[in-house]
T-cell receptor, first 117, second 114 residues
Framework: AQTVTQSQPEMSVQEAETVTLSCTYD???????LFWYKQPPSRQMILVIR??????QNATENRFSVNFQKAAKSFSLKISDSQLGDTAMYFC??????????????FGRGTQLTVWP | SAVISQKPSRDICQRGTSLTIQCQVD?????MFWYRQQPGQSLTLIAT?????????ESGFVIDKFPISRPNLTFSTLTVSNMSPEDSSIYLC???????????FGQGTRLTVV
């Protein structure tokens, strides 16, 4: 079974600082995809970044980057130059590209990030 | 990407009644899903909405309680039947263009049952 674990229920950071959110996952598969979503108070789920497991290079999207450690099954999100608008719940998610669970997303429990001025 | 319109955005309902939530996508998509997010919790998959056939439900969810329709590749509905206060949650529809791409989400429906 696929599981996604986020061990930090809450995090806080001061504006302009850097913060890292942790995520680990468990799977027996070799091909899969990982995502970070943010959910602000508006409830809209917004894709932040994605990583393909077959790529060794860590994905980056502007101020957002990941540290993908496939052997350790770790997928952390680093937010640089934090902004007030980054305040949201962040979910780590996993998707398999084969098998009976084809296409479905598995979510972690989320980390509530608060950015302080 | 695609634009997903979900309605209603929120509702307050009496126990014992039913609410139908609609999800409209602006392009034809392969996969559509319905999730429930209970207060302070993560997203739980209710079912995969299959075009022209019965939805595929996850463990703990049944068709009688959460009937789903998907008459075409751009539209789906989820009904929450015979509601109780425990059904108070956010319900989200989601779509994927292909199997290995990210999912896009509707704006969510905040349901409160009183």
């Amino acid at each position: 079974a696929q599981t996604v674990t986020q061990s930090q229920p809450e995090m806080s950071v001061q504006e302009a600082e850097t913060v890292t959110l942790s995520c680990t996952y468990d799977t027996s598969e070799n091909n899969y995809y990982l995502f970070w979503y943010k959910q602000p108070p508006s409830r809209q789920m917004i894709l932040v970044i994605r990583q393909e497991a077959y790529k060794q290079q860590n994905a980056t999207e502007n101020r957002f980057s990941v540290n993908f450690q496939k052997a350790a099954k770790s997928f952390s999100l680093k937010i640089s130059d934090s902004q007030l608008g980054d305040t949201a719940m962040y979910f780590c998610a996993f998707i398999s590209d084969r098998g009976s669970t084809l296409g479905r997303l598995y979510f972690g429990r989320g980390t509530q990030l608060t950015v302080w001025p | 990407s695609a634009v997903i319109s979900q309605k209603p955005s929120r509702d307050i309902c009496q126990r014992g009644t039913s609410l139908t939530i609609q999800c409209q996508v602006d392009s034809q998509v392969t996969m559509m899903f319905w999730y429930r997010q209970q207060p302070g919790q993560s997203l739980t998959l209710i079912a995969t909405a299959n075009q022209g056939s019965e939805a595929t439900y996850e463990s703990g969810f049944v068709i009688d309680k959460f009937p789903i329709s998907r008459p075409n590749l751009t539209f789906s509905t989820l009904t929450v039947s015979n509601m109780s206060p425990e059904d108070s949650s956010i319900y989200l529809c989601s779509m994927k263009l292909t199997v290995n791409t990210e999912a896009f989400f509707g704006q969510g429906t905040r349901l409160t049952v009183v």
